[in-house]
C-alpha cells in the first residue's frame, strides 16, 4: 500500500495515553471526555500531545456545488475501479425540496488538527502519514472493523467512511493511493474530486483553515461569472451582468481565449 | 470485465403481486435504456397487440441504462415506454424520460430497470431497497399531491433518515443520500391522458400520459435507493475519459469567451450552469443554486431560496405565466405587477401544475384549445361544457384548470382531461381544427414544437416516430438559437462542414444540415440520412443510454477553441470504458437503427402505415410562421435564413418518405419493416409475428 507506515512516535504516544477516551469535538476543537461518561460534556484538557497538521486540506463551496455527485463517483473508481455512492469519501448530500442553500450539505474529512479516528483507533489502523505530508489515513489491511473511527468522528454525517464490501474503515487520504486513476495525488498531487468537479466547488488548499465550525472549510470560491449566471448569495446582490443589462450599454467585443485541448 | 449493468432487471405483477427478475444479459445486444425496454415489451406482449393503454396487460418499462450510476456527462435519464393514452390517434408505443437520480438508485440497488405488469386491486407503491423489493401499501399515499407523497415514501423507506446523516438500509450497508421516488398525481391517479410522472419536485415523464397508466394500475410510486456499485470496464480509462471531457464544459471561472456567450440569447446554449430555469430573471434575484440531474456537468436547473420551481426548466418553470407576457402561450393577468411578485405567481403556479402530476408540453396545447374553444363559443358559459375558470393569467385561474382536469371535475373536467386531440375528437371538429391549424397537433396529438417546415429534421423525425421528437441539441439549439442570437459564433458554411464530420457515418455527405429547398436541401437524400442520423441517436444514445436531450448530442459547442464538439468521440470513448466492448460510433448508431426497426414493428402491430404517417394540411399549407435561422444553400452559397413562408409540398414529402423507407429497409408501399432488413439485424422472431398479422413489409 503506497504510503503506508507506522505511526510516529508521539502518535503511539497519544494512543497509549487515550486509547481508553472518547472524544468529541465541535468545530474541530477536541474535547476529551471519559468513556464511562460519555454523555457528559467535560471541560477540554490541557492538550499534552500535539500531532503534525496536515499539509493538505480539501476546502469547498457548498453554495456553488449542483449536486452531481461526480466528486462522490471519481472518489470511488479511482479507489476502487467501480462507481457507488456508499464508497465515496466525500459525501454529497442534497434535498430537492429544500431551500437554498440549506438544500445541499458538503462533507469531506476535514483532516483534523486532532484526529479522533486516530487517537481512537485501537489497532492503529488510523495513523498519520508522516511520509505524505501527514494526511490522516486508514490502512485498510490492519482494520478490523470495529467501527470505532465511525462513532468518534464529531462531524455529521461522519467522515470516515465504512465499506460494506470489505468490512472495513476507509477515509479520504487526498487520493494518496488511488489504484484506478493514472495521476498522482497526495498534498502535492491531484485529487479526483477536484479535478472532476464541473462547477470548480473543491479545492486543495496547503494552509490550515480556520477551525470553528465549517467557516474555513466551507468558503466562497465564486467570482462574478458565476453570479452573473443570476446565481446570488442574497437578493440585493445585483450582479454585473444586471446591472449592466439595467444601464444597455453596448455588447463588449468577445476576445477568444487559448483553451488547452487534448 | 463486462461493467455497466448490474446484470438484471426487476419484474413485478401487480396483479398477483409476484416478483421476479430478467436477466439483463439476454437484452444487452440492444444496449441499454430504450433498447432493452422496446425488446422486453414486445417479448413479454408483442403478439398480443393490439390492446390500450388502460389495459391491465400494458407495461410501464423504466429503463436505466450503462451510463445511469456513472459519471457520463449528461446521461443517467430514466427512459419510460409504455403505450400511451396521451398520444393519438392510438395509443401508440411511446416513451418519455426524465432526468434526476431515479436511474442512479435504481442502478446502486442492483438493478438494470423495472417492468410492471397487471393492475393491484388497491392503490400500491413498490419499494427498492438494494435488492430487497416489496409491493406496498399506498394508503395515506393515494391522493397525495406529487411532493407530499415523494416525501412521505421517503420517510416510510427510511424511517430513521435524517437529512445530512447516514442511514443504515440493511445489513451495515450505508448511504447518505435520500431515496428517489417518481411518482403520479391526482392527474395520473384519475387516468387523465395528460398525466405526468414525477421524480422530484420537478423532474417530469411529461409526453404520452403516463402517469395515467401508473393509475390505471393503482400505482402510485416507485422507490429506490441502494448501497452498491456501478462495475466499471476500464477504470483509468472512464476517469481518463471523464477528465478529458472537461475541455467542451463550460469553464464556471474563466468561460471561453465569457462575455460574449454569458449574454441574452445564449443562456439556453451556452452550456452555462442553470440556463434551463427562465422564471427567475430579473432583479431582484432570488438567491439560488445551478441544481444538477446526477452526473451531469452543466446543472440547468436551479434551486432557489424560496423553493419555489426547484429543479424545473424551461415550460416546466414557465408554462403558467402570470401576470402577462405568455412564452409559452395564454397570458393576460395584472401585467402592471412588479417582475419580483409576477415572477413568485408565476413559479408557485408552475409548481401546482407539478404537484398534481400534469405533463407540461401535453397541458399546453390543451390550454391553448380551451381557450380558442372559449373564443369561438363553442364552449363557455350556457354551452353543455362550461371551463367556469376565473380570468386568464391570475394563480386562481391555474388552480382551477389543474384541479377540473387532474380531478375530471364536472364535465369540463371530464372533457379536458382527454387532451387536446381527443377534446377535438369529441366535438367532431378534429379535421376541421388540425387541419386549419387551430390546433396545431403536427404529430401524433403532440403540439407543434419547432416549424416542420424548416426545421424538418425535427418534423420528420416526429412524424416518423411517435410523439414530438424533444431532441433540441441535434440542431435547433446549436443552429436556431445560435443563429438568433444576432451573433453566431460559426458562419452557416462552418457550422455545416463540423456538422457533417460529426455525424459518422454519413460524414461525407457536405449538405446533412442544408435546410434550403434546393436539390441538396430538405427534400433530398441528404436529408433522408440526417433524419436516420437523428433516428439512430435518438434510439441509441439518448434512448438506449439515458442521455438528455438538452445536452447531447454536441456537434459544435462554443467552449472549445475550434467550436469541435466532443460527438462522435465522447459516446463510445465512455461507452467502451465502461461495458468494456470495442464498437465504433457507428457499430452502436447501426444498434439505434436496430431499435428503431423494433420500435417502428410495434407501431405497425398498433396500426401504423405509411398513409398515416403525414402531416396535417397547415403544414403544406400555409407558410411558416419562421423562428430561428437554419444554415442554408441559396443560391449556391451557404446563409442563415429563417425559411420564413415556406410551406411543405405533399409529393416531395411523399418522394422523401419512399426514399426514408427504402433507406431504412422498410417496404415503401406500407412503411413495414421488411423480413430481410429484421433478419439482418437478428430480429427473425419480430418478422414472424409481423408476417402472423399480415403486417411484413
Same mark, same amino acid.
Request: charge should be neutral.
Given at each position: ?62 453554495? =456553488? &456545488?449542483? #449536486? @452531481?455527485? %461526480? /466528486?462522490?463517483?471519481? *472518489? ?65 489491511? =490492519? &482494520?478490523? #472493523? @470495529?467501527? %470505532? /473511527?465511525?462513532?468518534? *468522528? ?109 | ?697
Amino acid at each position: 500500500m503506497p504510503g503506508s507506515k507506522k505511526p510516529e512516535n508521539e502518535v503511539d504516544a497519544a494512543k497509549k495515553k487515550f486509547s481508553r477516551r472518547h472524544f468529541l469535538a465541535t468545530g474541530g476543537a477536541v474535547v476529551a471526555v471519559d468513556a464511562l461518561i460519555s454523555s457528559t460534556t467535560a471541560k477540554a484538557a490541557p492538550a499534552t500531545v500535539s500531532y503534525p497538521t496536515s499539509k493538505g486540506y480539501l476546502v469547498y463551496d457548498s453554495k =456553488k &456545488c449542483a #449536486g @452531481c455527485t %461526480t /466528486c462522490m463517483l471519481s *472518489c470511488s473508481l479511482t479507489h476502487y475501479g467501480v462507481q457507488n455512492l456508499s464508497l465515496s469519501r466525500i459525501q454529497i448530500m442534497q434535498d430537492s425540496f429544500g431551500k437554498f442553500p440549506d438544500d445541499v450539505v458538503m462533507a469531506p474529512c476535514r483532516q483534523c488538527v486532532t484526529p479522533p479516528c486516530v487517537i481512537n483507533c485501537p489497532v492503529e489502523a488510523a495513523f498519520i502519514d508522516t511520509e505524505n505530508g501527514n494526511i490522516r489515513r486508514i490502512n485498510e489491511e =490492519k &482494520c478490523i #472493523g @470495529c467501527k %470505532t /473511527c465511525l462513532s468518534m *468522528c464529531p462531524q455529521q454525517p461522519h467522515r470516515t467512511v465504512w465499506n460494506h464490501v470489505t468490512g472495513k474503515s476507509s477515509k479520504c487520504d487526498l487520493c494518496l493511493d488511488t489504484p484506478y486513476w493514472s495521476e498522482e495525488g497526495g498534498v502535492n498531487g491531484k485529487q479526483a474530486c477536484v479535478e472532476s468537479c464541473p462547477m470548480k466547488a473543491i479545492k486543495l488548499v496547503q494552509a490550515l483553515p480556520g477551525q470553528k465550525e465549517t467557516e474555513g472549510y466551507d468558503v466562497n470560491l465564486r467570482n462574478d461569472y458565476w453570479y452573473n449566471l443570476g446565481l446570488v448569495e442574497n437578493s440585493t446582490h445585483v450582479p454585473p451582468r444586471y446591472a449592466m443589462s439595467q444601464r444597455k450599454p453596448k455588447t463588449s467585443k468577445p476576445k477568444p481565449k487559448p483553451k488547452a485541448k487534448e | 470485465m463486462k461493467g455497466g449493468y448490474t446484470g438484471k432487471i426487476l419484474r413485478v405483477n401487480l396483479t398477483d403481486k409476484s416478483i421476479s427478475t430478467i436477466p439483463t444479459e439476454k437484452y444487452e445486444a440492444f444496449g441499454g435504456g430504450h433498447g432493452i425496454g422496446s425488446a422486453v415489451f414486445f417479448d413479454l406482449v408483442g403478439d398480443q397487440l393490439p390492446f390500450e393503454a388502460f389495459d391491465p396487460r400494458n407495461l410501464i418499462i423504466m429503463m436505466a441504462s450503462p451510463f445511469s450510476g456513472t459519471f457520463m456527462p449528461g446521461s443517467g435519464r430514466c427512459e419510460v415506454q409504455s403505450l400511451s393514452p396521451g398520444l393519438y390517434p392510438e395509443e401508440w408505443f411511446g416513451h418519455s424520460n426524465f432526468g434526476g437520480r431515479f436511474t442512479a438508485q435504481l442502478k446502486f440497488a442492483g438493478w438494470d430497470g423495472v417492468v410492471v405488469e397487471g393492475a393491484a386491486e388497491n392503490p400500491v407503491w413498490i419499494n427498492i431497497v438494494d435488492d430487497k423489493v416489496t409491493i406496498e401499501d399506498a394508503n395515506g399515499v393515494w391522493g397525495m399531491d406529487t411532493w407530499d407523497a415523494q416525501q412521505e415514501i421517503s420517510r416510510r423507506v427510511i424511517p430513521s433518515l435524517k437529512y445530512g446523516e447516514w442511514a443504515e438500509l440493511a445489513n451495515s450497508c450505508y448511504t447518505t443520500q435520500i431515496p428517489a421516488v417518481v411518482c403520479c398525481g391526482q392527474a395520473g391517479e384519475n387516468k387523465t391522458r395528460i398525466g405526468a410522472l414525477l421524480h422530484g419536485p420537478g423532474s417530469q415523464a411529461a409526453l404520452c400520459g403516463f402517469g395515467g397508466v401508473f393509475g390505471s394500475k393503482n400505482l402510485k410510486a416507485i422507490s429506490a435507493i441502494g448501497s452498491g456499485s456501478v462495475p466499471i470496464a476500464d477504470p483509468k480509462a472512464l476517469m481518463d475519459a471523464r477528465l478529458w471531457f472537461r475541455q467542451f464544459q463550460w469553464d464556471v471561472d474563466n468561460p471561453h469567451e465569457g462575455q460574449r456567450f454569458a449574454q441574452r440569447g445564449y443562456a439556453l446554449i451556452s452550456g452555462a450552469p442553470s440556463g434551463g430555469n427562465v422564471s427567475n430573471g430579473s432583479v431582484p434575484l432570488v438567491p439560488a443554486r445551478a441544481a444538477a440531474c446526477a452526473s451531469c456537468p452543466r446543472g440547468c436547473r436551479m434551486r432557489l431560496a424560496s423553493a419555489d420551481s426547484n429543479e424545473s426548466v424551461c415550460a416546466g418553470s414557465m408554462f403558467a405565466r402570470i401576470g402577462g407576457g405568455g412564452f409559452f402561450g395564454g397570458g393576460g393577468g395584472d401585467s402592471s405587477m412588479p417582475d419580483a411578485l409576477r415572477g413568485k405567481m408565476t413559479r408557485q403556479a408552475n409548481d401546482l401544475m407539478q404537484k398534481y402530476g400534469l405533463g407540461h408540453w401535453q397541458l399546453m396545447a390543451t390550454r391553448g384549445y380551451i381557450d380558442f374553444l372559449i373564443r369561438e363559443g363553442i364552449i363557455g358559459e350556457g354551452k353543455e361544457i362550461d371551463p367556469d375558470l376565473p380570468a386568464s393569467g391570475t394563480y386562481a385561474y391555474y388552480e382551477a384548470l389543474f384541479r377540473k382536469i387532474s380531478l375530471r371535475e364536472g364535465a369540463f373536467g371530464e372533457f379536458a382531461a382527454e387532451a387536446a386531440a381527443r377534446m377535438a375528437e369529441k366535438l367532431g371538429r378534429y379535421e376541421q381544427d388540425v387541419n386549419s391549424g387551430s390546433l396545431r397537433l403536427s404529430y401524433w396529438g403532440t403540439q407543434e414544437h419547432y416549424s416542420s417546415q424548416v426545421e424538418v429534421e425535427w418534423g420528420f423525425g416526429s412524424l416518423l416516430g411517435e410523439r414530438d421528437l424533444m431532441l433540441h441539441m441535434m440542431a435547433n439549439y446549436p443552429l436556431h438559437w445560435m443563429a438568433q442570437s444576432g451573433d453566431p459564433y460559426l458562419t452557416a458554411e462552418e457550422a455545416s462542414d463540423l456538422y457533417r464530420q460529426a455525424m459518422v457515418p454519413y460524414e461525407d455527405d457536405r449538405y446533412l444540415v442544408d435546410y434550403g429547398e434546393g436539390p441538396t436541401g430538405v427534400y433530398s437524400d441528404s436529408k433522408v440520412k440526417q433524419v436516420a442520423w437523428v433516428k439512430h441517436y435518438e434510439k441509441f444514445w439518448v434512448g438506449a443510454g439515458g442521455f438528455c436531450g438538452w445536452r447531447w448530442p454536441m456537434c459544435i459547442t462554443n467552449n472549445t477553441v475550434d467550436r469541435r464538439g466532443p460527438t462522435p468521440n465522447a459516446e463510445p470513448k465512455f461507452w467502451n470504458a465502461i461495458t468494456g466492448n470495442n464498437k465504433t460510433f457507428a457499430d452502436y448508431m447501426e444498434i439505434g437503427h436496430k431499435i428503431y426497426t423494433l420500435d417502428r414493428s410495434i407501431w405497425v402491430l398498433q396500426g401504423r402505415h405509411r398513409d398515416l404517417e403525414v402531416f396535417p394540411d397547415y403544414i403544406y399549407d400555409q407558410p411558416s410562421r419562421g423562428g430561428g435561422e437554419m444554415p442554408m444553400v441559396i443560391d449556391g452559397k451557404w446563409v442563415y435564413d429563417p425559411g420564413q413562408g415556406r410551406a411543405l409540398d405533399r409529393d416531395k414529402v411523399e418522394d422523401f418518405k419512399t426514399r426514408f423507407y427504402k433507406f431504412e429497409g422498410y417496404n415503401p408501399e406500407n412503411g413495414y419493416p421488411t423480413r430481410a432488413t429484421l433478419e439482418g439485424m437478428g430480429m427473425k422472431k419480430v418478422a414472424d409475428v409481423l408476417e402472423k398479422n399480415g403486417k411484413l413489409g
